[in-house]
């Protein structure tokens, strides 16, 4: 499938929506918008030249494992050297470790294009940067000159090694031991699966973050360590030194992303070191989690885009029927069936569930830049309560969403969207896997109640609510936007309402937690992106009302604004009714009634 | 994955819903209560243990094209012996040809194993049983003769061959040839797609029905010919006789039901003889869609029920952190996560929607079986009118559902969900197909609006509200169901109001039939599920009220009816909302403003 990166889109929302220069000046990193259009240019001709055209092979080819070695699909090695070479892993490493310290507003649209390229090949690079941020801020100094800058070129490589066959979402359960040994390394020992890159042929090292409990650690969670464990030790001289004791076990063999190599690892006494305090393993790991689950939820973006691509591609030139008013294309045997309204439903669903979804992970990734970069602590803190409630909703709706629309990539396809040279099917499953790892979906409906809004009673929703309430105020006086305006504001109202109601609930009895906590995620992100869709809105009428010369593009905004608010928006209400038919319902039946 | 006949619920279904043995007596076919019973019983061990083990490998295995030869997976060959020798293949066929003639109300259950089971293996008889239906009804006494017998009891099956690459939902651009030879045969040139079993190692012979255009037809679909081009021409003796011109030209490689050949079929002046009279080949064909798209309705449910009981065996076995509400199993190191309310929330989601679809395809099934066996023809041609009303919503609801609960079996496994040894990835794959072929559900939703809603302005639509209402009155006065049968009574009031609202905005516009169909389908199919519900309740309540000894398993059915009303019937409010949304919001966007 041929990709073209939404240029024009993305360049809406950085600089239009979320003016991405001044926040550059605000954390004073450099970088205008002439330099971020530029490099946004390069990044588009990497994805769509480099990148795309080894996706569909590497879902047929997959990963080998033969005598312990990883062999990643075809063309994987050759274009993970262009990416290193032209820089590219370095884009949001710290600049005291070799990287170039861009900020997330702008990298996000980078990544979003290598994930529509190829999920696959993203895997590999993005669990590196999550290394990264684990070791440059827990690291001890020895370790972090040791394999911080090797790990930001991405010359080395990082993984995440989390879960155990018996420890999933449930960490407490895992068995990993670590052993101190008397010159203050470790001796780590046991059994991790589903670890993304555990073993390939992309990069010189490995190195693996692996969660294990030392010996007189705690039960459960508090009980947990962070170390880091290379494949190769790090020599004095910076080269990949003495091979550890670890190796890999098995690839699992999957739906999709085959062409990232998913492995069972065994570490049998490998050497390692703590990274940070002893016991506080999950803490450092939190300091990854933010980051991981913003690019999950990013990859639900990137694929949604590929797979809106390829259906309008198909429906703007597959001929079958008639219009229903009528002929359209009295040139050609029958009309392209984008001239059928279900057709442009499925196209308008997908394209405003994308557009959406971006604008959410754009205003989301200006929150996490701002936590890290702000200039007061005050504005840190504040940026961080900010992306800390968005974070759970941007990695589980935009998931939900990616799979969404490629299954709909899918239906415009009709038969041919389940024959796999077309590529579809294939976004399909690929994008299975993202409402899966790094925390199910559930979980992270289960942590958008309890961690979020339990945690300041609401607070913090609040204050998100009431921004953009003050955006529908500012728009209600506009001819072209009072209906959407006071729409959303209606919504708004609700959503607090609703948001009232179900701390109560959750505080009267423990299970309405789990029993609200999907629906009102889902039911709280299809507002959220109502707002972001009438400030989308808001910022074409200006342009238009300013004398644009691009009045396609913005009057697009504007239709794209309403259909979203009449015709995908209205999902919110079937969500509010579900939630608000509670727990009981649900804990009523007996298990053993379950089936007969 | 292992798979069990729900045969407790099925015999629920079956004889305390629409008292199966009634509907045998009315229809004069000599099966009692006894004999049906019997009969599902062996069928559930065939299912379960001949079908289902080799379900797994044909996903891995798949199909083999060599020197125009297809290899079907390891174990189907010997299978379909079985299914042929022990009279499994004839169940529905006419008496007079061999059959057994079985109403759909009892072979439906049968058939819906065989879906759980593998649906790649029953993917070849299932078309066979279409073809027959055909024949039967329109083919010359010659073809019947030499054809039906054998394809009755399964040794020789039968393909559709209808899909070109430029004509799928689009009949009339159809190019495929036939061309009458002077002993009253044709020879039949043109290449088909997507045939399903048009090449197997199953059956001694392949009985093609193909359509094809005659040298003088009208353009369009006027003029479309429906021929029998067998594999194989009949001998006189009643054996496969001489090779056709005709052979597989190459398989396709799909998504999911992989175990099933889709092949490319090529007729180079193939043999053939026409079925029916000339140009009247759409309208043989129709009299095998209603039943093709009953089964295809039905593979969403035979799917959906694997998944959800993969789904439930493993939320009974996984151990993963501890209840809401504190410790559950203290004797574990976690509690199963059954005891999670999200997790019952996807549980009960799946086991809802599985048996409410079962329900209404049962329903179906009955009016299929009076609309050919119905003692007056007042009451056939009346429940041909019902069945054509439902089954649109069958095709579409079910396997838009058989997707939904497939999924959210994936989900309730976590990662392990993704991998493909554990099955479930299997069975979304699987069913994806189900939403696309015998028309997408796009189309049976426009199916739905045009033909069935539009074309009597409502009638049938109304006759089978008041029924549920009807149902809803002798409930309220009950304690137990009044409140479930109120809040049934308000959904339809509201349905018949947007039923009228529906009619008048496709009146007015033409393009509101496409607007408004998907979501006024889904709308409907949401507000029947919670009318089956109720009756399932009601039914439940009399056991109940009579003493039963099965406290667990009816009770069970009264707190499964509420889980629905409070959780699942709610999406009905966003489907009527986002419908109520319009047309223009989707026809106002010129085409070329889709992508910038």
New interface residues.
């Given amino acids: 499938m041929s990709y073209q990166a939404?240029l024009?889109?993305m360049r809406f929302v950085l600089h239009e929506l979320f003016d991405a220069a001044a926040h550059c000046e605000r954390l004073g990193n450099g970088l205008d918008r002439e330099l971020i259009d530029g490099v946004l240019e390069e990044a588009a001709a990497f994805a769509a030249g480099e990148i795309a055209p080894l996706n569909r092979n590497s879902d047929e080819q997959g990963c080998q494992l033969v005598d312990g070695a990883v062999t990643t699909p075809k063309g994987f090695a050759e274009a993970y050297r262009q990416y290193v070479d032209n820089g590219w892993a370095s884009m949001t490493g710290p600049l005291e470790y070799g990287g170039q310290g861009f900020p997330q507003l702008v990298s996000f649209a980078f990544h979003e294009m290598l994930m529509s390229a190829s999920l696959s090949f993203r895997v590999y690079s993005g669990l590196t940067e999550g290394a990264v941020l684990a070791l440059h801020k827990h690291g001890s100094e020895t370790l972090r000159q040791a394999y911080l800058e090797k790990m930001v070129s991405g010359r080395w490589s990082g993984t995440m090694c989390l879960?155990e066959p018996?420890?999933?979402?449930?960490l407490?359960?895992l068995r990993t031991r670590a052993e101190p040994q008397a010159d203050g390394s470790y001796k780590v020992t046991g059994s991790k699966i589903?670890i993304s890159g555990g073993e390939q042929d992309l990069s010189e090292n490995i190195i693996h973050l692996v969660l294990a409990r030392l010996p007189d650690a705690p039960a459960g969670v508090k009980g947990i360590s962070l170390l880091l464990v290379p494949k190769f030790i790090a020599a004095a001289d910076g080269t990949p030194g003495a091979r550890n004791a670890l190796s890999c076990g098995a690839l699992?063999?999957?739906?999709?992303i085959k062409g990232a190599s998913t492995c069972v690892m065994n570490f049998d006494g490998a050497t390692g070191w703590l990274i940070g305090e002893a016991n506080q393993g999950l803490a450092c790991m939190f300091t990854m989690m933010n980051d991981a689950r913003f690019q999950v939820g990013l990859q639900g973006v990137g694929i949604a885009e590929a797979a809106f691509?390829g259906a309008?591609r198909y429906a703007?030139e597959r001929?079958?029927?008639r219009g229903?008013?009528g002929v359209q294309a009295a040139d050609k045997?029958?009309d392209?069936i984008?001239v059928?309204?279900?057709?442009?439903?499925?196209?308008?669903t997908q394209?405003t569930l994308v557009e959406g979804c971006r604008m959410l992970a754009a205003y989301t990734a200006r929150q996490l830049d701002l936590e890290h970069g702000a200039a007061s602590p005050e504005a840190r803190k504040a940026a961080g309560r900010r992306a800390a409630l968005l974070i759970p909703i941007v990695k589980a709706f935009c998931t939900d969403m990616g799979?969404e629309v490629a299954?709909l990539g899918?239906?415009v396809y009709?038969?041919?969207?389940?024959?796999?040279?077309w590529g579809m099917?294939q976004l399909?499953?690929d994008s299975?896997?993202t409402?899966?790892?790094e925390g199910?979906?559930?979980i992270q409906?289960?942590d958008y109640i309890r961690r979020k809004l339990l945690f300041d009673g609401g607070a913090e929703l609040s204050a998100l609510q009431a921004e953009f309430s003050a955006l529908c105020e500012t728009q209600l006086p506009r001819p072209v936007l009072a209906q959407m305006a006071s729409l959303v504001q209606a919504r708004l109202g609700e959503w607090r309402e609703l948001s009232t109601e179900v701390i109560a609930a959750c505080q009267r009895?423990?299970?309405?937690?789990?029993?609200t906590?999907?629906d009102f995620l889902q039911y709280s992100a299809y507002v959220l992106l109502a707002g972001f869709w009438l400030q989308a809105a808001a910022r074409a009428q200006d342009a238009l009302d300013a004398g644009t010369q691009e009045v396609?593009?913005y009057?697009?905004k504007l239709?794209?604004a309403?259909?979203y608010l009449?015709?995908?928006l209205?999902?919110?209400?079937?969500?509010?009714?579900?939630l608000l038919?509670?727990?009981q319902?649900?804990?009523?039946?007996?298990?053993?009634?379950?089936?007969?």
Same sequence: chains 1, 2.
Avoid: W
Avoid at 340 to 348: A, G, Q, S, T
Avoid at 414 to 421: K, L, N, S, V
Avoid at 570 to 578: K, L, N
């Fill in positions: 939404p024009r889109e879960t018996q420890a999933g979402t449930d407490a359960l589903f699992e063999h999957k739906m999709g691509q309008l703007r001929l079958q029927s229903l008013s045997p029958a392209p984008i059928h309204p279900d057709v442009r439903r499925m196209l308008l394209k799979q299954s899918v239906q009709g038969g041919h969207g389940y024959i796999r040279e099917e399909m499953r299975r896997i409402q899966l790892y199910t979906n559930g409906a289960l009895d423990a299970q309405e937690i789990g029993a906590s999907v396609a593009f009057q697009a239709d794209c309403a259909f009449r015709r995908v209205p999902r919110a209400s079937g969500h509010r009714e579900a038919g509670g727990a319902c649900l804990m009523a039946m007996p298990e053993e009634s379950f089936a007969f």
